[in-house]
C-alpha cells in the first residue's frame, strides 16, 4: 500500500504570512494527488486536484506542485478563514491514502 | 444541488453490526465512483471503500476488510455501508463522499454520521 507522510503535523503562523505543507509518497504517485482542507466540526472540501489545478471557487491564494513523490500545498497570504486541517489524498492505486494532517493555527 | 444525506449510525457493541446509508440527489448517481471516509474522534481522515458505478469493483482499506461491505443501489439513489463484527476502533464519523473524476466538478460530502462501538 502507499503511505503518505505529510508535515509538519502542526504549526502557528500569522495572517499575511505564507505557509508550506508537504506529502512524500512512498512511491510515485504521478500527480494523483489532492488537498483538502476541513475545519471543525465540518465535512472537508477540496481544494487542489491533480496535484496542481486549483478547484473552482477556491481562492487563488491557494496552489498546489509537485510530481511523483513529493507534493506541496502553498497558501501564498494566510488569511483568517485558513486557519484549519489541511490534508493530502493520494489516489493512484484502487486503495486511497489520506496523509496524517496539518493543523494551522492562530500564533 | 447535490447532497449526500447519511443516515444510521448509533451505539453498538464490540462485535455488532450497523448499516449506514447515504441518500444522494441533485447527480446522475448511477454515473459517478462513490466513496466511504472516516474519521475517529479528535483523529485524521482515513478512506475506507469505493465502489464503482455498477458496484462491480470494489476496494477497502486494509483494516475493514472481510468486515465491511459497501453496495450502492442505483435505482434508489443510494450508498450503503454493512459493517460487521465492529471494534472499538472502528468508532468515528462516517461520511459518504463523491470525491471522484472528475475532479474539475468539485467534491461532495455528506454531513457524517457517528458510530460508536462500546460496551
Known amino acids: 500500500d502507499i503511505q503518505m507522510t505529510q508535515s509538519p503535523s502542526s504549526l502557528s503562523a500569522s495572517v499575511g504570512d505564507r505557509v508550506t505543507i508537504t506529502c512524500r509518497a512512498s512511491?510515485?504517485?504521478?500527480?494523483?494527488l489532492g488537498w483538502y482542507q476541513q475545519k471543525p466540526g465540518k465535512a472537508p472540501k477540496r481544494l487542489i486536484y491533480a496535484a496542481s489545478s486549483l478547484q473552482s471557487g477556491v481562492p487563488s491564494r491557494f496552489s498546489g506542485s509537485g510530481s511523483g513523490t513529493e507534493f506541496t500545498l502553498t497558501i501564498s497570504s494566510l488569511q483568517p478563514e485558513d486557519f484549519a486541517t489541511y490534508y493530502c489524498l493520494q489516489h493512484n492505486s484502487y486503495t486511497w491514502t489520506f496523509g496524517q494532517g496539518t493543523k494551522v493555527e492562530i500564533k | 444541488e447535490v447532497q449526500l444525506v447519511e443516515s444510521g449510525g448509533g451505539l453498538v457493541q464490540p462485535g455488532g453490526s450497523l448499516r449506514l446509508s447515504c441518500a444522494a440527489s441533485g447527480f446522475t448517481f448511477s454515473s459517478y465512483w462513490m466513496s466511504w471516509v472516516r474519521q475517529a474522534p479528535g483523529k485524521g481522515l482515513e478512506w475506507v471503500a469505493n465502489i464503482k458505478q455498477d458496484g462491480s469493483e470494489k476496494y477497502y482499506v486494509d483494516s475493514v476488510k472481510g468486515r465491511f461491505t459497501i453496495s450502492r443501489d442505483n435505482a434508489k439513489n443510494s450508498l450503503y455501508l454493512q459493517m460487521n463484527s465492529l471494534r472499538a476502533e472502528d468508532t468515528a464519523v462516517y461520511y459518504c463522499?463523491?470525491?471522484?473524476?472528475?475532479?474539475?466538478?468539485?467534491?461532495?460530502w455528506g454531513q457524517g454520521t457517528l458510530v460508536t462501538v462500546s460496551s
Open positions: 512511491q510515485g504517485i504521478r500527480n494523483d
Open positions: 463522499a463523491r470525491v471522484h473524476l472528475p475532479y474539475e466538478e468539485g467534491d461532495y
